[in-house]
């Protein structure tokens, strides 16, 4: 037998049906002699692909060059089920589970696979995880819970604030003096601080029963509510959301040349505006269209149904500057959507770009 085998041979009787502490086995030859000392893996079975609402037995395999001390499983010791934890078990009660971290934007809490090793002594390895959507705290039970959400007008949510959406939370009678947790990710809850929202009957003139009246607004884009309630299915509702319009061109221009660019947004533009400081120095078009007497105006269509929003599509921004204007010349562009947001782009008459001929 080659000094090989015999230490392999020393891994598998030491490993058996358990797994393999430190001081079993020579690291510095197993090194010497290639084996790895990375862990794979996966979890295989045992996690819902809906809520969780109790605990979980959860199932799957590992292999590795070197001997794995331990294991967990969102810091639950993990079982061998074989040899080396190439098949192993778990069980996570859901009380644990409700003490992970829960990511705000999707409301999943991360279960996680964590080997370690003999070789290098006690090294960690993320070998696998999995997202799951856990049931909230217990406290009292609120059944029936819905949430209904009406949006603005404009069908999205302006990132100043100017306009909400409207929450009404609602669940049976005897969810009357109930709290629901409701939190938002990149925007605001006008609610309590705590984001308990106590449910009343009366409390919402959309709710048939117990119920309470939100208002969310947005701070940045896809804003994500999180309603939250015991013994219910948590629910996620995402807005869509924007900013100012955005105006991409050329800053200057020289005289006679003509420049491309766009104006953006997210949402809806109600109007774009152009002043000239000094007359005649600029022509302008916005998707082939001129100003009339320097205004653009949209006039958007309201929406008739929020589900089918789209933001406008990009226009089209033509500045071309007259021959006979002056350097230095200026003209402001500034656009609109329908909350009152708004971008401008100052624009200037260039020097006149040098020819190959005149470089040299």
């Known amino acids: 037998m080659t000094r090989t085998s015999r230490i392999v041979a020393t891994f598998v009787a030491v490993s058996g049906c358990q797994a393999i502490g430190p001081g079993e086995i020579d690291c510095t030859l ?5 084996f790895t000392t990375t862990v794979t893996g996966s979890i295989q079975a045992g996690v819902p692909s809906d809520w969780v609402t109790g605990d979980l037995t959860v199932k799957g395999t590992m292999s590795s060059d070197v001997g794995i001390a331990s294991a967990t499983l969102g810091g639950v010791a993990v079982t061998n089920g074989g040899f080396n934890f190439d098949t192993w078990s778990a069980t996570v009660p859901i009380d644990l589970l409700r003490t992970l971290p829960v990511d705000p934007a999707t409301g999943t809490t991360r279960l996680e696979l964590q080997a370690t090793t003999v070789c290098p002594a006690a090294t960690v390895t993320a070998v696998d995880h999995r997202d799951v959507l856990v049931t909230p705290v217990t406290g009292r039970p609120v059944g029936g819970l819905e949430v209904e959400a009406a949006l603005p007008t404009w069908c999205y949510l302006p990132v100043s604030g100017a306009a909400e959406a409207i929450l009404d939370v609602c669940a049976d009678a005897d969810a009357d003096g109930a709290s629901v ?4 990710v ?5 609610g309590p601080a705590d984001n308990a929202v106590v449910l009343d009957v009366g409390g919402s003139d959309v709710c048939a029963e117990a119920g309470a ?3 969310v607004r947005a701070t940045a884009a896809r804003p994500v509510v999180t309603v939250r309630a015991t013994a219910a299915a948590p629910t996620l509702l995402r807005f869509d959301a924007a900013g100012s319009p955005t105006i991409t061109a050329p800053a200057g221009v020289p005289a006679g040349a003509t420049r491309s660019g766009w104006v953006a947004t997210d949402g809806t533009l109600a109007s774009c505006r152009w002043f000239e400081d000094t007359d ?4 302008i078009t916005l998707d082939g269209e001129p100003p009339v007497d320097g205004v653009w105006s ?3 269509p309201t929406p008739t149904d929020c589900a089918s929003f789209a933001p406008d599509a990009p226009r089209q921004l033509q500045v071309h500057a007259t021959s006979e204007a002056p350097v230095g010349a200026t003209a402001t562009l500034t656009c609109t959507d329908v909350y009152g947001q708004r971008a401008s782009l100052p624009v200037a008459v260039a020097m006149a770009e ?3 001929a005149e470089e040299g």
């Open 181 to 184: 947790s409701v939190t938002v």
């Open 213 to 215: 009246t939100v208002y």
């Open 280 to 283: 005649g120095a600029f022509t």
């Open 30 to 34: 197993l090194a010497a002699r290639g």
């Open 354 to 356: 040098a020819t190959a």
């Open 298 to 300: 949209l006039e958007p």
């Open 186 to 190: 990149n925007g605001t809850l006008d």
